[in-house]
């Protein structure tokens, strides 16, 4: 199985800061990585796919790179709501696993 | 719009069973994969099982393989996740969620997701 490693797993920064959360994988995954934002008491809800595209209706802010192992999920400058956890998503192969979560706080 | 929601979930002993359900609208169901994804109180998100749009191939994690069965009714746009000989483990918000797989680069993500039903195994 494909492990995905979140860093860091908790995250405290500033409204209008500029953060990176990374994912690495355990063996490559090409572009097979998506990534989530999850608010409390509400459904994951896509941001990124293919490792660097962003889902239509997510803010510009928002940004990946990578491929192979290592991926980034960038905010370019926090607004109040991206307050939540995000999770990346390897799809390259079954079982389709998840990062253990990164939790960004104020 | 499209819409996921999901019903079946609730208390149930160690060893019983459980079917949930998903019920889908504003697309076109049988064309796209369909997954399910729990989430323990407090804990990240754990895949559980998808399937295809025919319905003709799953897969399933190995924490339920064997006990879980993943099904859909393409005539009525509704996906099943079958549980049976339920742990305490299984303890979760279970959602479901379309696989959507890009025309061109193949790639698979998952959208949207439904806003799940909770199952809870305690005796």
């Known amino acids: 199985d494909i492990q995905l490693t979140q860093s860091p797993s908790f995250l405290s920064a500033s409204v209008g800061d500029r953060v990176t959360i990374t994912c690495r994988a355990s063996q490559g995954i090409s572009s097979y990585l998506a990534w989530y934002q999850q608010k409390p008491g509400e459904a994951p809800k896509l941001l990124i796919y293919a490792a660097s595209t962003l889902q239509r209706g997510a803010p510009s802010r928002f940004s990946g790179s990578g491929s192979g192992t290592e991926f980034t999920l960038t905010i370019s400058s926090l607004q109040p709501e991206d307050f939540a956890t995000y999770y990346c998503q390897q799809l390259n192969s079954y079982p389709y696993t998840f990062g253990q979560g990164t939790k960004l706080e104020i | 719009e499209v819409q996921l929601l999901e019903s079946g979930g609730g208390l149930v002993q160690p060893g019983g069973s459980l079917r949930l359900s998903c019920a889908a609208s504003?697309?076109?169901?049988?064309?796209?994969?369909m997954s399910w994804v729990r989430q323990a109180p407090g804990k990240g998100l754990e895949w559980v099982s998808s399937i295809s749009g025919s319905g003709g191939n799953s897969y399933y994690a190995d924490s339920v393989k064997g006990r879980f069965t993943i099904s859909r009714d393409n005539s009525r746009n509704v996906l099943y996740l079958q549980m049976n000989s339920l742990r305490a483990e299984d303890t979760a918000v279970y959602s479901c969620?379309?696989?959507?797989?890009?025309?061109?680069?193949?790639?698979?993500?998952?959208?949207?997701w439904g806003q799940g039903t909770l199952v809870t195994v305690s005796s």
């Open positions: 504003g697309f076109t169901f049988s064309s796209y994969a």
């Open positions: 969620a379309r696989t959507v797989r890009g025309a061109i680069s193949g790639v698979n993500w998952f959208d949207p």
